[in-house]
């Protein structure tokens, strides 16, 4: 039985290959390294899992018939993950990217029965000796975005429509609201939980009753353009999350904060394929280029803004400045660190608290 | 002078197409899906084999069926009784949410406790969370007349709001580095699996044996007798003396309690822990399933059955051929359209004619 589907898998493979391969001649080559994905929303949601797809194809282009990639997209972060992922190792795959921090133990369990197979898990903390993890440091975009939020708001009420209250997320909001009161010690961030990454209606109303409550910027850590979209029907702006989504936007999109997931990926494929692959855990902010900002948009800023923007984002860059940089005074007024220091990673990777400026109680 | 095609009452349903009707409906699937893949680009024979055949062709798949299938058919089988009497509980997916929340909460606070009875006891405090949960609308219909379809489906997302607020604050694993989920259950809590190597947990046995019970409460009992009349003739149940709130009553609590049990039995089963997303709509699917199984049980646990290999084969398509999940939704429509669509056969006869030309003696 078992044998039959191997065969069956096998031959799937190959007609896969041969497809992929467009009617050229079948060249001898080695087998080429399987690397499987599997992404939380569709490929196509122009947001966080259509930027890993970007990724994946870019593995493709780079790579030609030395790779073969797959994905399974919309895996629902419950029991379905743990079959999916799974499959992927069951029918031999080398190396599979798990890109939601839901995969976390899914991933695990898997890993456990097939330890030849190398796992990739995205914004989770557990590893293993085939499970490396990797996330960006998006909250350095965000204070740099927070700055030119600070500059632009007449209104000093910044909209954020949110997905889940996690420390990522937390966290994005905390260094978002550090660099707008940088600039702009009265601005005031209010924020909308949607517990959601995708759900286009929700992100809809949440961004609509922003406005409505007299946010004149509105910036999102959820995946779908519709934030952008409601900012430039009424006339506002706003930031694009995890990937450029100025043509939902064109007057409304200031920036976006941009997951660059491709140089990463070709790396680690790299690694694998030169037998140098090990489980490690990769934080890339601005200076690798793993997060980076789209370009401004100079016909919405003014060029005294985007050199305040450069300069920030130069200074994270450069390290000399972090956007955790003390003094950090929590929603109470008390200080949670001192200046002259700054948040050690730890501290922002378990953040479960406001900093002052922002409005409203974290959901716990 | 065209032809016309029009549908005649038949005077009960036919025999012939009882039987006929499915097959015809999964051979229409069969042509429009492999002309739909074939549009794609991709090999007909070989996306209908990764649909059906290779999901289940190994003992894993076949095992993954059950643990897909299991809380699909638990949860339709309660919602049928509530279905043939005429009581539209929509908010199976908040009950399983509940069931989940309460069974997990008693095996969070049994943590370290190493006895036997740790085990019924959380599976009973799922099973109650649901019915607890469904006890709402069955209270405000029953009182005040409220429609259950309004505030059952309500209700779900005030169950979803209330785990989510869970897992996020006070049920929140402390070493888990504040994200949203809780400590694993301990194994005493935990569904055993029963095949090394697989899912097949004990909740799918268990499901087995709880879908019989209903069978033989519906076909057997006078309770099930009593659904049948009020679904069918509501005044005809009120003369024999019948009482409909009690039967609304009846059948929104079993009907909460199953999926209460399809609820703990997913946390404590493949999942081992709550956490926000449990189920991907096993409520809601199940109310197709229900329809899909014509309210019947052995219909049902068919359906559902039919419905989880759909899913599986969707991921297998997409795995190994490259096909977009929304192929497999359409797919998916396709298969439901035609089953509903052949349905109408048992009841109708297709009569071919000629329109009668107007003003043409």
């Known amino acids: 039985m078992k044998k039959t589907l191997v065969g069956l898998m096998s031959a799937a493979a190959v007609a896969v290959g041969l497809a992929a391969a467009g009617g050229a001649s079948p060249a001898v080559a080695a087998d080429p390294l399987k690397v499987g994905f599997v992404y939380v929303g569709p490929a196509s949601d122009f947001g966080w899992s259509y930027q890993h797809d970007v990724g994946r194809k870019a593995v493709e282009e780079a790579f030609g018939d030395k790779v073969q990639t797959a994905f399974v997209e919309n895996v629902q972060e419950g029991a379905d993950a743990e079959r999916v992922i799974r499959q992927f190792a069951a029918s031999g795959f080398d190396l599979v990217f798990t890109t939601s921090f839901g995969f976390m133990n899914p991933t695990l369990k898997v890993a456990q029965q097939f330890p030849k197979v190398k796992f990739e898990h995205a914004t989770g903390y557990k590893r293993a000796d085939n499970v490396a993890t990797y996330a960006a440091r998006f909250y350095e975009g965000r204070y740099v975005i927070g700055v030119i939020a600070g500059l632009m708001t007449k209104s000093n009420t910044i909209g954020y429509v ?20 940088s600039v702009n010690p009265n601005a005031q961030v209010k924020v909308i939980w949607v517990n959601s990454w995708y759900d286009p209606p929700r992100e809809r109303e949440a961004a609509e009753t922003l406005v409505a409550q007299g946010a004149d910027v509105l910036s999102q850590h959820t995946d779908s353009p519709a934030p952008i979209q409601v900012a430039e029907e009424k006339g506002i702006h706003a930031f694009g999350q995890s990937t450029d989504m100025l043509r939902f936007g064109p007057h409304a999109q200031l920036t976006a904060i941009v997951d660059n997931w491709s140089d990463y990926y070709k790396n680690r494929i790299q690694m694998v394929m030169d037998g140098a692959w090990k489980s490690e855990d990769t934080w890339g902010g601005l200076a690798s280029d793993m997060v980076h900002l789209s370009p401004y948009n100079t016909n919405e800023l003014s060029p005294e803004i985007v050199a305040k923007a450069e300069e920030a984002r130069t200074a994270i860059v450069n390290g000399t400045l972090h956007p955790f940089d003390g003094p950090l005074v929590n929603q109470a007024g008390e200080t949670v660190l001192p200046a002259g220091q700054s948040l050690p990673d730890e501290k922002i990777l378990s953040m479960d608290w406001y900093v002052q400026g922002v409005q409203g109680e974290l959901p716990k | 002078m065209k032809m016309f095609l029009h549908l005649e009452a038949r005077g009960e349903p036919s025999r012939l197409w009882i039987w006929a009707a499915p097959l015809m409906a999964v051979f229409l699937t069969l042509a429009v899906g492999s002309a739909l893949f074939a549009a794609l680009g991709k090999d007909p024979l070989q996306a209908l084999n990764g649909f059906f055949i290779m999901p289940v062709s190994t003992l894993y798949g076949a095992t993954e069926l059950l643990v897909k299938a299991a809380p699909l058919a638990l949860i339709a089988v309660g919602l049928a009784v509530g279905f043939r009497g005429g009581v539209w509980n929509i908010g199976a997916e908040g009950q399983l949410t509940l069931g989940a929340i309460t069974g997990g909460g008693l095996a969070l606070a049994l943590g370290a406790v190493d006895s036997p009875l740790v085990l019924p006891a959380v599976l009973l405090a799922g099973v109650l969370g649901g019915m607890a ?33 869970l897992v996020h604050g006070p049920w929140r694993d402390p070493h888990g580095f504040n994200f949203p989920e809780t400590a694993p259950f301990s194994p005493h809590a935990i569904l055993p699996v029963l095949l090394e190597g697989t899912r097949l947990h004990l909740g799918i046995p268990l499901a087995g044996v709880v879908i019989l019970a209903v069978w033989a409460l519906l076909a057997r009992g006078f309770i099930g007798f009593q659904i049948k009349v009020m679904g069918l003739a509501p005044r005809a149940g009120a003369y024999a003396g019948f009482r409909q709130n009690r039967l609304v009553w009846f059948s929104l609590l079993l009907s909460g309690g199953l999926a209460g049990l399809a609820g703990f039995s997913e946390a404590a089963g493949p999942i081992g822990q709550l956490q926000p997303a449990l189920s991907p709509g096993y409520g ?18 068919l359906a559902a059955l039919f419905m989880a290999l759909t899913y599986l084969g969707g991921e297998t398509v997409q795995l190994f051929m490259g096909l977009p999940l929304a192929v497999t939704g359409v797919f998916q429509g396709l298969i439901l359209f035609f089953l509903l669509a052949c349905d109408v056969l048992i009841l109708y006869r297709v009569r071919v004619g000629r329109r009668p030309a107007p003003g043409v003696s």
Do not use: C, D
């Open chain 2, 284 to 301: 809601f699917t199940a109310i197709i399933v229900a329809f899909l199984g014509r309210l019947h049980p052995v219909g049902i646990v």
């Open chain 1, 162 to 181: 949110a997905s889940f209250p996690i420390p990522e997320v937390v966290s994005g909001i905390n260094a978002f609201t550090q660099g707008l009161r």
């Open chain 2, 133 to 165: 949960w469904a006890a709402i609308p069955a209270l405000l219909r029953t009182r005040f007349h409220a429609n259950e379809i309004l505030t059952s489906l309500m209700l779900t997302y005030v169950a979803q709001l209330l785990l989510g607020w």
